[in-house]
C-alpha cells in the first residue's frame, strides 16, 4: 500500500531514520492516525511507554465500506505488512488485553503475531494493579485522577519500587511464580484484596505458551536495526501535559510521554532521534480531571465534542473540549524538541462563526508565557485570546493548502506564526486519505 501524502520519499529523507510522533495537549490528538499513514514508509513502528491506556483510532476505507480500528498496546502499524511492531522497554503490558487484541485482529484477518516484538524489559501489569487502580481512585474522593482503571498507576509505582515483575521473569517461570506469589502476598495484606493466586500462576503458563517467541531484547534488536538502515518510528501515547515530569501533575499518568521518553522508553539514544512530529488537534480535548484554561463549558464546547465525536477510545467517557492553547502547545514543542506539527481536525472547526486562540496567560494580573507548576496557580490564570473569522465550506475532500477556506489557512498561518514551528500536516477528516501535506 502506498503512502496517501505527495512527495512521501522526500518528506521520509527530510524526517530522517529515526522519528518520533509526540501528543502535544492532553492525549487523543489524532497520533493513531498519521502513525498509520507514516509506518507505510517506516520499516518498525514501536510503542516507548505506556500501556493500555492509550486508545489510537485508525480508519480506512475498503472495499467502499469504511472501517475503524481502536489499537490500545498493539502499535498502530500493525495493519501494514512487512513492517515490524515493538512493544518497548518503557510500556507496561496487561498480557489478557494484548491477547484480546492480537486475537481480535486475527478475527478480522490480521495476523500479528509474525511482526510482534515485545521488550524482555517491559513490566507486566496483572489483575492486582487494575484492582489497586480503582481503590486507590476510590479513595482520593473528589480528588480523583480520573485515571483509565487499567493499572497504569500501580504498575509504574512497582517498577520505580523496584519490586515489578518484567517480560524476562516469565522465561523463568519457577521464579516468576515465587516472585507473582510474594507481590500478590503483599498487595492482598495492603489493599484487602482477594486474588486466586494459582488459578493466576496457571494463566501465566499457558500465555506464555504464547508470547515466549515474541519476547525478546529489543534494545539490541532496534539497534541493529538501525545499523542495517532501518527506519524506525516511535508511537508516543497519551501527550505531552499528561507527562509525569513536565505534565499537570498530579492529574498525569505516570510515564514520561515527552521525546525523552521515548528514547529511555526504547533504548534509542537522543542523537538519534532526528524529529520529533507533534500532534496537534486545531482545538483541545482532555479526558478525566485536572486544569483546563481555555475549557468551554458552553453550547461552544458541546458543539465541539459533537462535531468531532469527542468520546474517549479507551473509556467512552465524554472528552472536555476548548478552544486550542498555544502556550500548551508551545511548551510541548520546548519539552520534546518538535520540528514539525500535524494539526488535526480542522474539518471539526468548519461551522464555528469565529474560532478563538488562547495566546497567553495572566496570573494575578501579571502576563506569563509559560505553565505554572501550582496547580492553584493554574486554575487560576485568565487566558488572553485572539479572535479568527470561521468557514462554513466542506474541507475533508481538500488535499492541497492552497484550496483550503481563506479563512482555514489564515487559521493555520496564524497557528504557525505564534507556534514557530511548520505545520506540514492538516487532518481534515478522520480517514486515512483525510491529510494535507504540505
Ligand atoms: P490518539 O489517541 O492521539 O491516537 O487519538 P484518538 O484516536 O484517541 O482520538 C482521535 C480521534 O479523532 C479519532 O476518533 C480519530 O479517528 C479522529 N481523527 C483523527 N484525525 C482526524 C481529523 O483530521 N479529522 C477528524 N474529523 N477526525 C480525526
Ligand atoms: P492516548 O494515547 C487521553 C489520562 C486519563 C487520566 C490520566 C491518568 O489515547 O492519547 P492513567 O490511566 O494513565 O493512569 O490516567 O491520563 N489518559 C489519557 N487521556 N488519551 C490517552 O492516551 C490517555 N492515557 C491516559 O484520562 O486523566
Ligand atoms: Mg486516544
Redesign the pocket.
Known amino acids: 500500500m502506498k503512502i496517501s501524502i505527495k512527495n512521501a520519499e522526500e518528506l521520509t529523507s527530510k524526517l530522517g531514520q529515526v522519528i518520533y510522533i509526540a ?1 502535544t495537549q ?4 489524532g ?2 492516525k498519521l502513525v498509520d499513514i507514516m509506518s507505510m514508509e517506516y520499516d518498525i513502528v514501536a510503542r516507548a511507554a ?1 500501556g493500555a ?4 483510532t485508525i480508519c480506512i476505507n475498503k472495499d467502499g465500506k469504511s472501517e475503524k480500528f481502536v489499537f490500545h498496546l498493539l502499535p498502530s502499524g500493525v495493519l501494514h505488512e512487512g513492517k515490524m511492531c515493538i512493544i518497548g522497554n518503557g510500556c507496561v503490558v496487561h498480557i489478557q488485553t494484548l491477547l484480546d487484541e492480537i486475537h481480535g485482529l486475527k478475527e478480522r484477518g490480521i495476523d500479528v503475531m509474525s511482526k510482534l516484538l515485545i521488550s524482555d524489559r517491559a513490566h507486566i501489569i496483572f489483575d492486582y494493579h487494575k484492582k489497586i ?1 480503582e481503590i486507590q481512585e476510590e479513595r482520593k474522593g473528589d480528588k480523583k ?6 493499572g ?2 500501580p504498575a509504574y509505582t512497582d517498577k520505580i519500587g523496584r519490586r515489578g515483575i518484567r517480560m524476562a521473569d516469565l522465561l523463568d517461570f519457577e521464579g516468576f511464580a515465587e516472585k507473582f506469589r510474594a507481590n500478590c502476598e503483599s498487595k492482598m495484606k495492603a489493599f484487602g484484596i482477594k486474588i486466586d493466586i494459582e488459578e493466576q500462576i496457571n494463566f501465566y503458563k499457558d500465555a506464555i505458551e504464547l508470547i515466549e517467541p515474541l519476547i525478546v531484547n529489543t534494545i539490541e534488536y532496534l539497534d541493529n536495526a538501525h545499523k542495517e538502515g532501518k527506519t524506525i518510528l516511535a508511537e ?4 505531552s501535559h ?1 507527562d509525569i515530569d513536565s505534565g499537570t501533575y498530579p ?5 514520561n510521554t515527552t521525546s525523552g521518553g521515548a528514547c529511555t522508553g526504547l533504548g534509542i539514544a537522543p542523537g538519534k532521534m532526528k524529529s520529533v512530529v507533534g500532534i496537534a488537534k486545531a482545538y483541545t480535548t ?5 486544569p483546563f484554561p481555555t475549557e468551554l463549558g458552553d453550547a461552544e464546547g458541546n458543539m465541539l465534542r459533537e462535531q468531532g465525536s469527542e468520546y ?4 467512552g ?1 465524554p ?1 472536555r473540549c476548548g478552544w486550542f492553547d498555544a502556550i500548551v502547545v508551545k511548551n510541548a514543542i520546548t519539552v520534546s524538541g518538535i520540528n514539525s506539527i500535524n494539526v488535526t481536525k480542522l474539518d471539526v472547526l468548519t461551522g464555528f462563526q469565529s474560532i478563538k486562540i488562547g495566546v497567553g496567560y495572566k496570573l494575578n494580573g501579571e502576563s506569563i508565557e509559560f505553565i505554572p507548576a501550582s496547580l492553584k496557580d493554574f486554575e487560576s490564570v485568565e487566558v488572553d485570546y485572539i479572535d479568527m473569522p470561521g468557514w462554513t465550506e466542506d474541507i475533508s475532500a481538500i488535499k492541497d493548502f492552497d484550496k483550503l477556506p481563506e479563512n482555514a489557512k489564515k487559521y493555520i498561518l496564524k497557528l504557525e506564526e505564534i507556534l514557530e514551528v511548520p505545520i506540514n500536516f492538516i487532518g481534515v477528516g478522520v480517514h486515512r486519505s483525510e491529510l494535507i501535506y504540505r
Do not use: F, M, P
Not at 491506556?53 to 489510537?56: D, E, L, Y
Not at 492529574?251 to 510515564?255: A, E, L, N
Open positions: 501528543g492532553w492525549g487523543d490528538e497520533k493513531g505506556g491506556n492509550a486508545g489510537h487502580d485522577v480520573g485515571t483509565t482503571k487499567r497504569i498507576g508516543g501515547a497519551q501527550g499528561l492529574y498525569v499518568t505516570s510515564s482532555r479526558v478525566g480531571a485536572g474517549g477510545a479507551t473509556t467517557r472528552r
